[in-house]
């Protein structure tokens, strides 16, 4: 079910758990060895060919090109480039970048330095781990929801599992723009074209990913084992899933249940 509130303050407070003079807090993998976009792109890599010169003043919507200062509503997550990694999975590679998500496209946009004006595009795919401060996007295969025809997509991983047979907790932002509409009568105002931020959240266990609702009574029905006593948990520590406790909530399940597996 798409929310019509995004968790822009849950969320925002990993993206700026960087502080203003360096990568302070990005650790994860490869955390010893930056390699800068400029020494990536003047050597013989492959990060070239996924990456692309697009104009960020424009998207494609509905079989039609947008601009992006005709419609209400931001494109990205956060407009301002904020410095993050990238993660060669192959290479196990860290590049440094300036970095923003732009929703509706499901891309990240990058800058070698804030200050630049040369912006690139990384190509949608499973090659990247793509860090903005502390926040996590990975690519996500075998969603069972189709976003805008795509089982796919990056998300944000809000649990992180110890075993391999324990739960990831993922959230997927989307986004869905809304056309802008004539008035029909002399009255009635023109309507302009807007982006509507919502989200969706997911499980993976067992490479099996699940759409888990943020919802009392729908909340355990996710998960393919120990339906009771998540039902009781959720009773018990009377958690909501309200507004901006909706991810927190989530997460505090999540580990539950991996401490079921783990037991």
Same mark, same amino acid.
């Given at each position: ?40 792109? $003047? %050597?013989? @890599?492959?990060?070239?060919? #996924?990456?692309? +010169? !697009?104009?960020?003043? &424009? ?5 039609? /090109? ?48 804030? $200050? %630049?004006? @040369?912006?690139?595009?990384? #190509?949608?795919? +499973? !090659?990247?781990?793509? &860090? ?5 996007? /990975? ?49 009635? %105002? ?74």
């Amino acid at each position: 079910m798409k929310r019509t509130v995004l968790l822009i303050t849950f969320i925002f407070s990993s993206i700026y758990g960087f502080s203003q003079g360096g990568y302070h807090g990005i650790s994860a993998e490869s955390s010893g060895h930056y390699t800068t976009m400029t020494q990536v792109i $003047n %050597s013989t @890599d492959n990060f070239n060919n #996924n990456i692309k +010169n !697009n104009n960020p003043n &424009y998207f494609s919507a509905n079989g039609e /090109t947008v601009n992006v200062n005709d419609v209400i509503g931001s494109i990205y997550l956060d407009k301002e480039f904020k410095p993050g990694k990238i993660i060669d999975k192959e290479k196990g590679q860290a590049i440094k970048a300036y970095i923003r998500y732009r929703i509706y496209d499901d891309q990240f946009e990058l800058k070698d330095e804030t $200050n %630049s004006g @040369d912006i690139l595009t990384l #190509n949608r795919g +499973n !090659n990247y781990t793509i &860090y903005i401060g502390d926040s996590k996007f /990975t690519f996500l295969d075998g969603l069972p929801t189709s976003i805008r025809g795509s089982n796919s997509g990056y998300v944000l991983e809000l649990v992180t599992p110890t075993t391999e047979n324990q739960a990831n907790l993922y959230q997927k932002i989307t986004q869905e723009y809304i056309p802008g509409k004539k008035g029909t009568t002399p009255m009635e %105002s023109d309507k302009k074209a807007r982006l509507k931020n919502g989200g969706l959240y997911f499980i993976k266990i067992k490479n099996t990913v699940y759409e888990i609702e943020p919802n009392k009574r729908k909340a355990a029905d996710a998960f393919p084992d120990h339906k009771n006593e998540l039902e009781k948990y959720i009773k018990k520590e009377r958690l909501k899933f309200r507004s901006d406790d909706e991810a927190k909530d989530l997460a505090q399940l999540v580990n539950y249940y991996n401490t079921l597996i783990a037991s």
